[in-house]
């Protein structure tokens, strides 16, 4: 049996039998190395030197944290609240479902534009969500819709637009491709992609028109409602600018750490919250992402026991080796491998360079045309980013949504992306090798 598909398969199973996502991980580390052909000593080890490669990574989300609850504290999300509290209009039917409609679509809006116009990947959910968790309560709004919603924005704009996180996915496909024997252009690559993007559109239509669009109740935070009016013009002007600071220097920089630290070092210094305060405020903050950050740290390993029992490599040239010359047969399994490796190794990035070197030559050979290869290689690498439990572009909606407790990652998170992203991914990406 390959490793890869043991681990990945006993992590999944175990988290949605509700056992912490961590453990899975572990568990499945350790299921991987032992079929993988490593010793439970070589895997413990492999699995522990993985664990540094996530630190910066979560050191980010803890300041993004620190950083969510400061503006907080400041009171912009208050004033937020207010002003959407008064566009609900009291209860009346039509504004509450003018103000569903605007929410959503406002929340989708940002989540794209984080991959491609103001490329801060998730940095701006445990600032824009938890705030927005109380309006989204006094609309009865189903938070596991709110959280395909953002995964869709996460997801599909860098697999389509060539912006941003979409420019750097694409050059890596581009030169991967290249490397193999594959040689297109840039501008190639979006128009091979509409298609498989295309089945994740009909998804995120799906998940808010038929799977989500009932109300669902949650209980509000009391300490949420108690808030009024707990904002001044200089706070709220200070935790603009804060945000502005942020997002250039994170920009400029490259660097969530020095970005969510500038945020922060604003509003401290504008004395919107007292510094007496700062410590435990800069604490609650961390404690609310601390989660993201330990299942990036164990996701980190989980990968490093997987690409040393060398079966990543293997799941591939055996896929090959199956598929024979059989057109339809082959783009399938291919998208299929796709989803284990990058299920696997929890980055899409990371998976081109896997797939592509043996999927290009085989694309080739089965008689695939350039920008059905594109659309093969790009779709399988593609897949799995939703839906995986060790995702950033699942664990950032967990970390906005379950501030308060009432969301869990695997069943109104995971679940929910892979079943409206997933499977039109391999629907409409094998369509478009067929086609193209």
């Not at 052909?37 to 540094?52: A, C, H, N, P, R």
């Not at 660097?255 to 410590?279: C, L, Q």
Request: glycine residues 10%.
């Amino acid at each position: 049996m390959n490793a890869v598909i043991i681990a990945v398969l006993v992590m999944l199973i175990l988290s949605l039998l509700r056992v912490n996502v961590v453990l899975s991980l572990i568990v499945g580390s350790l299921a991987g190395g032992l079929t993988g052909g490593l010793s439970l000593d070589k895997t413990i080890e492999v699995f522990s030197s993985g664990l540094g490669g996530s630190a910066e990574v979560a050191l980010s989300y803890a300041l993004l944290g620190g950083f969510a609850v400061a503006l907080s504290a400041a009171g912009l999300p208050d004033l937020l609240v207010q002003s959407m509290v008064g566009m609900i209009g009291k209860g009346e039917k039509r504004a509450k479902a003018y103000s569903k409609t605007l929410i959503v679509f406002l929340i989708l809006l940002m989540a794209c534009f984080s991959q491609n116009l103001i490329p801060i990947h998730i940095a701006f959910i445990p600032i824009l969500i938890p705030p927005l968790l109380y309006i989204l309560n006094e609309l009865n709004i189903d938070r596991r819709l709110i959280a395909s919603v953002l995964t869709f924005g996460l997801t599909a704009p860098y697999i389509l637009l060539p912006a941003g996180f979409g420019k750097i996915f694409q050059e890596i496909l581009q030169s991967n491709m290249a490397d193999s024997g594959l040689t297109v252009g840039l501008e190639d690559i979006p128009k091979a992609m509409v298609l498989p993007v295309l089945g994740m559109l009909a998804g995120l239509l799906f998940a808010i028109f038929v799977s989500y669009r009932k109300p669902r109740n949650y209980k509000q935070n009391e300490r949420m409602e108690a808030k009024k009016n707990h904002y001044s013009k200089k706070s709220v002007t200070f935790s603009i600018l804060a945000i502005v600071a942020a997002l250039a220097v994170q920009i400029i920089t490259e660097s969530m750490i020095i970005g969510a630290f500038t945020g922060i070092m604003v509003i401290y210094a504008s004395g919107a919250i007292k510094w007496r305060e700062a410590d435990n405020l800069l604490t609650d903050g961390m404690r609310m992402m601390a989660f993201i950050g330990f299942v990036m740290l164990s996701a980190y390993g989980f990968a490093d026991v997987l690409k040393e029992t060398g079966d990543v490599e293997a799941l591939v040239k055996w896929s090959a080796d199956a598929i024979g010359n059989n057109k339809a047969l082959g783009s399938l399994m291919m998208l299929v491998v796709g989803l284990f490796v990058t299920m696997g190794i929890g980055s899409s990035f990371s998976t081109i360079p896997i797939i592509a070197t043996i999927f290009v030559p085989l694309c080739f050979q089965l008689g695939f045309s350039p920008m059905a290869t594109v659309a093969i290689v790009g779709t399988a690498a593609a897949l799995g980013d939703a839906g995986s439990p060790a995702s950033d572009s699942t664990l950032g909606p967990t970390a906005g949504l379950n501030v308060d407790g009432q969301h869990n990652h695997i069943w109104d998170t995971c679940v929910p992306t892979f079943l409206h992203y997933n499977l039109p991914l391999i629907l409409f990406g094998w369509l478009a090798a067929m086609v193209l």
